[in-house]
């Protein structure tokens, strides 16, 4: 054999390796045990671990985990997840030699759980399938589809005017009890028939609204398919701060597998003030108002996760609705800015319109959603198409209408056509409206034969026509959520039936 050929030198090369292999022996790590030196509100600092990782999960006595947050040569940041109240000075911690996960599998569905995967509802324990870490890559813009599909929450104002599609982000913002959490919720209980799993994620909220939320979902049978992950305002600061993230994991476990989730965060105002605090107790340098210098990034790579992922990977999806609060309905301060920038559009909910009893108290003119068009079924496009543009020609000329001008005809029609658009979107909470049951009523609105029926009149004149919708053919029901297009016939047909049936509340002028 030449001395110099390849198959020489690789041969030569292999020996080598496999007299390492033969002597190679693990080295054992000892186990590194630091010393708790200072205790704060849900912060500790830790000495004696040089070898610690950013992000590291750390073991205190007492079944007790904390993250290593701040990594500095000395000493090292904790952030706490749970109860420390038995902490104290010199305790002694462990590292682990992993980064926070969270239980993923079936067991979770229409259970109420805290980050760490602990359940809260007072049912047996689960068994789990596997962990996954709470902060994932986001997938890759390869990996990603178009958002294609609607996700119908059964709120007429939303999925006629700003509609969302499955796996788009939507971000849900209003002052305090304008609604917000209302919207959110609908749009869980209207996913029954939709084949979508929804989690419900409620960060730093009272333990009194949290239990109403779960109470409301379990009464519609929204549980069978939601799992609701809870942190309460006493919690610890970290737990608050984990929650989205632990959250999101779960929701990607069921992505990856082929499905489509929803996901609400109630609310990353909560989320920032808890991250917030966990910074300025570790002394990070606080900037635009106390915030630290990362909290955009802390809400973009949580929002970066919601995708809908290309067929080669099972085609599942996460649409996310985050939520946020203003304050004084001030939509430009600093976190809902920073949410508007980071999400796919929002719906703004007003305090006036919800004093003026317009419910859901959707501005209309304040919300967008930047893909949901596309995601819209041709059925449904076809019958909302003229209905934005008449309704803002209507809020425009709503104002002068107001000074008592008197107004020339066609101008009064379009205040008129306006006021029965505005009353036909309004919708109790907690009672989605259906597909098919939303053609029929906005084709008549948009075809104007509510135009003639007194406002009082209106709310019984829907009804008729909802009840025309469940019993049209179930093959034309069929068709709406279909990608076809919308036959004339069956428009009108439709039509037809809608105008006889309103004929009784006409008032002939
Ligand atoms: P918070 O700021 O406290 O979280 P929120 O903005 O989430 O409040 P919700 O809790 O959803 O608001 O709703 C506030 C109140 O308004 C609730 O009592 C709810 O029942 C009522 N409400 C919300 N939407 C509607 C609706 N479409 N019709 C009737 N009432 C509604
Ligand atoms: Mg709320």
Partial sequence: MEPFSLKHILDSTFDGINQSLDTYSPKVIPKEIGIVTTLSTGIVKVSGLPGVGFEELLKFPGDLYGIAFNVDEDEIGVVLLGEYWHLHAGDEVERTGRVMDVPVGDALIGRVINPLGKPLDGK??????????????????VDREP????????????????????????????DRQTGKTSVAIDAIINQHDQN????YCSIGQRAASVAKVIADLRERGAMDYTIVVVTEGNDAPGLNFIAPYAATSIAEYFMEKGRDVLIVYDDLTHHARAYREISLLLRR?????????????????????????????????????????TEAQNISAY???NLISITDGQIYLSPTLFELGVLPAVDVGKSVSRVGGKAQRPAYRSVTGALKLAYSQFEELETFAKFGTRLDEHTRKIIEHGRRIRACLKQPASEPV????????????????????PLSKMK??????????????????????????????????????????????????
């Fill in 196 to 199: 979508v799993l929804c989690i």
């Fill in 124 to 141: 047996e324990a689960m068994v789990f399938e596997k962990h996954l870490p709470i902060e994932r890559p986001s997938p890759a813009i």
């Fill in 335 to 337: 976190i809902p800015t």
């Fill in 460 to 509: 019984e004149a829907e009804m008729v026509l909802r009840k025309i919708a469940t019993e049209l053919p179930e093959e034309m029901r069929q068709g709406f959520a279909t990608p076809s297009a919308f036959a004339e016939s069956t428009r009108q047909t439709i039509l037809q039936l809608a105008e006889k049936a309103l004929e009784p509340f006409n008032v002939k002028i």
């Fill in 147 to 174: 958002v294609t599909v609607p996700l119908q929450t059964g709120i007429k104002v939303v999925d006629a005017l700003i509609p969302v599609g499955r796996g788009q982000r939507e971000l849900i913002m209003g």
């Fill in 434 to 453: 259906t597909l098919s049951e939303q053609i029929v009523v906005l084709l008549a609105l948009t075809n104007g034969l509510f135009d003639p029926i």
């Fill in 285 to 325: 340098p606080p900037g635009r108002e106390a915030f630290p210098g990362d909290i955009f990034y802390i809400h973009s790579r949580l929002l970066e996760r919601s995708t809908h992922l290309r067929k080669g990977l099972g085609g599942g999806s996460l649409t996310a609705l985050p939520i946020v609060e």
